[in-house]
């Protein structure tokens, strides 16, 4: 498996817990020239820009480690543009999922980065 299907297959298992947490899919692999945005989902009005963070090993450190300042502000970049983009009007937060190795289990989430 390619470092982009493990991407991908890491990002589909994040999508299909927030779908059964009761999210609606709007977006996944948003890009533009300058940023990107993993997945971002809605609920109760409020959309969640999430960020996956996937590592097969513990040897690599925790995927939510790598969430740093500097990666929490080029997500509200990414956030900003998207609702700019896509005239969105309601509340937006930021979350972070972590997922971990060959089963690709979710270990972890943080939301409200903000």
């Known amino acids: 498996m390619t470092t982009v299907d493990t991407g991908r297959k890491a990002e589909q298992v994040v999508a299909d817990f ?14 533009t020239r300058w940023c990107e945005i993993d997945v971002v989902a809605r609920r109760d ?4 820009f999430c960020e996956v963070k996937y590592r097969l090993r513990a040897a690599q450190g925790g995927g939510l480690d790598y969430i740093t300042p ?5 997500m509200w970049f990414a956030a ?3 609702v ?8 937006y937060e930021l979350c972070a999922i972590e997922v971990f190795g060959p ?3 979710i270990t972890g989430v ?3 980065l903000g």
């Open 18 to 31: 927030l779908v059964r947490k009761g999210c609606v899919i709007m977006d996944r692999n948003w890009r």
């Open 45 to 48: 009005g409020i959309v969640y």
């Open 70 to 74: 500097k990666k929490v502000e080029q």
């Open 80 to 82: 900003e543009l998207w």
């Open 84 to 91: 700019q983009s896509h005239n969105w009007q309601g509340e």
């Open 103 to 105: 089963e690709f289990t």
């Open 110 to 112: 943080v939301k409200d």
